[in-house]
């Protein structure tokens, strides 16, 4: 297991520097001179221009300036943001509001994406599977943001039942809509993977045999079909946590949420090129943790992967 621990996490290290080097090429260089972009049509005298050139080493080579980055972000320093501020604390204020709506909306996928899977593949072929499939279908036709509007209007103005928009009051339940809107596509995909799991793993011959030797109906789905069936959900919900941490951008601007997506949304907008790679850096490192935890889970649910060469 050990072995397997240290070959998954060498696997990051050329992830996390090609992502890195590709994000810091597009966010300096991609929209032109990153210095001349935070400044618009205002005129910018030579000296500040070096020295703001000099301060964020844009006057060294393209190598240099990502691998002092690198180093930077390596040690936990992710510099100052073009309006002084440092970048951490604007991470730090925003991450725990956008981490906590990411949860919601995994727990909510998990639990009900499972849940109605199961049912669908136990139950394939009948009204309920047709149903389920429909409304999944219908779920991840509709764009995110459709919805968003949708169940904001609906609950928050029409009925009242939850506030239109969050604002800085991300408590746990202002956060459950947005966290349904935010997990209600992937409760599609889950529902899906896991019907089309379960339908696999139930005629397979190790279940009828022991459907054969009189287990029952019970005990055979929950430690036969059960199982087997969840490896591959278990890896697409893992992967999925960290695109839910990039995908929160459009449910925070609908539900005007101060997060992770609130922050590169507004950087964005003003060209603050520094707090563009250091937030989408943040992302790429947590996607890579999420996916670490996700093999070893991997392993544990099935042992020949970890003593697989």
Do not use: C
């Amino acid at each position: 297991m050990i072995w397997y621990i240290g070959r998954r996490l060498l696997q990051m290290i050329p992830v996390f520097l090609g992502a890195t080097l590709l994000i810091y090429v597009m966010a300096f260089y991609a929209g032109g001179d990153p210095i001349q972009a935070i400044m618009g049509d205002k005129p910018l005298s030579p000296a500040v221009q070096d020295q703001l050139r000099s301060q964020y080493n844009l006057d060294k080579p393209l190598i240099v300036q990502w691998l002092i980055y690198v180093g930077k972000v390596v040690r936990g320093d992710f510099g100052v943001g073009f309006n002084g501020r440092p970048i951490f604390e604007q991470i730090r204020d925003a991450f725990p509001v956008t981490f906590r709506l990411a949860i919601i909306a995994v727990v909510f996928e998990t639990i009900l994406g499972i849940v109605a899977g199961v049912i669908s593949g136990l139950k394939k072929g009948t009204w309920i599977d047709t149903t389920l499939l429909m409304v999944s279908l219908l779920v991840i036709a509709v764009p995110t943001f459709v919805i968003g509007f949708v169940a904001q209007f609906t609950l928050g103005v029409k009925l009242g039942v939850v506030p239109v928009n969050v604002g800085r009051d991300a408590s746990l339940q202002n956060l459950l809509l947005p966290g349904f809107v935010l997990g209600v596509v992937s409760f599609a995909y889950v529902l899906r993977l896991t019907r089309t799991s379960i339908t696999e793993v139930a005629t397979a011959d190790h279940v009828r045999t022991a459907t054969a030797k009189g287990l029952s109906r019970t005990g055979v789905i929950s430690k036969h079909i059960m199982r087997n069936s969840l490896i591959p959900v278990v890896t697409f919900i893992g992967a999925d946590l960290g695109s839910l941490m990039g995908g929160a951008i459009v449910t925070e601007r609908i539900f005007n949420i101060h997060g992770i997506g609130s922050v590169l949304y507004q950087a964005i907008n003003k060209s603050e090129s520094p707090v563009i790679v250091s937030v989408v850096t943040i992302m790429v490192m947590i996607f890579l943790l999420t996916n670490l935890i996700v093999d070893l889970l991997y392993a544990v649910l099935d042992p020949r992967i970890r003593h697989a060469k």
